[in-house]
């Protein structure tokens, strides 16, 4: 008689991220039942219903919810003793301990390491999973509507189709109908059968485009990949660039879509995501000693178009549409503390009417030496800076707080042409902006996203 296959129980309110972990884990054929939930109050239910041996557990940003998942756990004899994994945007050091007696095993924060996370699922269910250990850095954000996205030190498959999950999700969070990606390649050094993740890369970039009015630029030096690229007819749609400045050249000299698609009003600026309070961006934290054994994806994520109703797909639309929905991006900035660094007091009022009325406060400073010099600097969850400031420029600002491993992600505001401040902010390292003038609508979104992000 073989052994009772075991359950994960996933409670996240982020259908991509549901969905990432199913596909993940379905791809690998292991001997598992995977349920999930959007929220607590049905993960309780399932709960219930069924005994899992392991729950991956949102921790919501401003909420409290995911304690009634565990107090019900703890009270359950049946429950009592199941690990669970914590995967959070924001948490205080001191309310980790806090969380040991519920049986959290590990909390990771979000964006999360996949690898880590899967050697983990490893590690507590003694279940077999391929994971690919191969160095690679990625990193997704979004500027003025652009995507880019850039890889180095080598290609991963498990980061590979997180990469197609992220792409998805600022496409949807920004409704972009004219797509303009950026594809970044560093130090790859592709040799012998890793040509095939590229490959792999660029599938899923034209899975992800396919339908909509696009430009797909690919900046490297790389002169195999550059020949590999240019000998398959299928990436004809790819355009080869070999600087930063050739890049946003292109891009701003085609601004507006043909006639088979119409752009919205551009989205401004994306965020990348910096450590957080406690925890750094991406970082997991492991509470209790590790636990002993417990009593082809490519073809199912190109397969995900034109969805049905009643499909798996089209329950994720129509879920992404409640997670994005005004409530929804209230609930998610609560409890927040937001600095402005701008010498301009417009743009000081601009900033604070966008938070006003979800009753985030926003500290304003009309010099970077004064927000420097803030007792307080280190409790932001946010910042806005502007560049062009008398005395201490932005930039000035940027260096200081680089100097001093500044951990909060900061937003750079800026009256700079496109070109001119892609190309400066790459230079400092700065892959965050907003392209003045802005309203409070875009400025709210975008704190939603810098620190709502889950890939």
Do not use: C, W
């Amino acid at each position: 008689m073989g052994a009772m296959k075991k359950t994960i129980l996933i409670i996240d309110e982020s259908p991509l991220f549901r969905e990432y972990l199913v596909t993940k884990l379905a791809e690998n054929e292991l001997d598992l039942d995977v349920d999930t939930a959007g929220n607590s109050q049905e993960g309780v239910s399932k709960m219930r219903l069924g005994y899992p041996d392991l729950i991956i557990l949102d921790y919501p940003l401003g909420e409290q919810t995911y304690m009634d998942v565990l107090k019900e756990k703890k009270l359950n004899p049946n429950t009592a003793k199941v690990p669970v994994i914590m995967v959070a945007q924001k948490i205080d050091q001191q309310k980790l301990f806090a969380l040991v007696p519920y049986g959290v095993q590990k909390v990771f924060t979000k964006p999360i390491k996949v690898d880590i996370l899967f050697k983990t699922l490893k590690d507590i269910l003694g279940i077999k999973f391929e994971i690919d250990e191969s160095p690679s850095i990625v990193d997704v954000h979004v500027n003025d509507n652009i995507i880019f996205v850039e890889l180095a030190q080598g290609l991963n498959a498990d980061k590979l189709d997180l990469l197609f999950f992220k792409v998805r999700e600022l496409i949807e969070l920004y409704e972009i109908k004219f797509l303009k990606i950026i594809l970044m390649l560093h130090d790859l050094d592709l040799h012998g059968t890793e040509i095939h993740k590229l490959e792999k890369l660029l599938n899923l970039l034209l899975k992800v485009s396919k339908g909509k009015h696009k430009l797909l630029l690919i900046l490297t030096n790389d002169d195999r990949v550059k020949k590999f690229i240019a000998g398959q007819a299928e990436y004809v749609v790819f355009n080869l660039v070999s600087s930063l400045q050739e890049a946003t050249d292109a891009l701003m000299g085609k601004e507006k879509p043909g006639p088979a698609a119409q752009e919205p009003a551009p989205a401004i600026a994306t965020a990348t995501v910096g450590e957080v309070e406690g925890l750094a961006g991406g970082d997991e934290l492991e509470l209790l000693e590790e636990a002993g054994d417990l009593d082809d994806l490519d073809d199912s994520l190109l397969a995900m178009e034109n969805p049905k109703p009643g499909s798996m797909q089209f329950q994720f639309d129509m879920d992404a549409r409640k997670r994005l929905s005004p409530e929804a991006l209230t609930r998610a900035i609560k409890n927040l503390k937001i600095a402005a660094v701008d010498d301009e007091p417009i743009m000081q009022e601009l900033i604070k009417n966008a938070f006003q009325s979800v009753g985030v406060p926003v500290k304003t400073f009309s010099r970077g030496a004064e927000f420097l010099k803030s007792p307080n600097i280190n409790q932001y969850d946010l910042v806005f800076l502007d560049i062009l400031m008398p005395e201490m420029d932005g930039f000035a600002v940027l260096q200081a707080l680089q100097e001093r491993n500044y951990q909060t992600p900061v937003v750079v505001l800026s009256a700079l042409s496109k070109r001119e401040m892609v190309v400066k902010a790459f230079q400092m390292g700065v892959k965050s902006y907003l392209i003045k003038p802005m309203n409070p609508e875009d400025i709210f979104k975008k704190t939603v996203e810098i620190l709502k992000t889950t890939f």
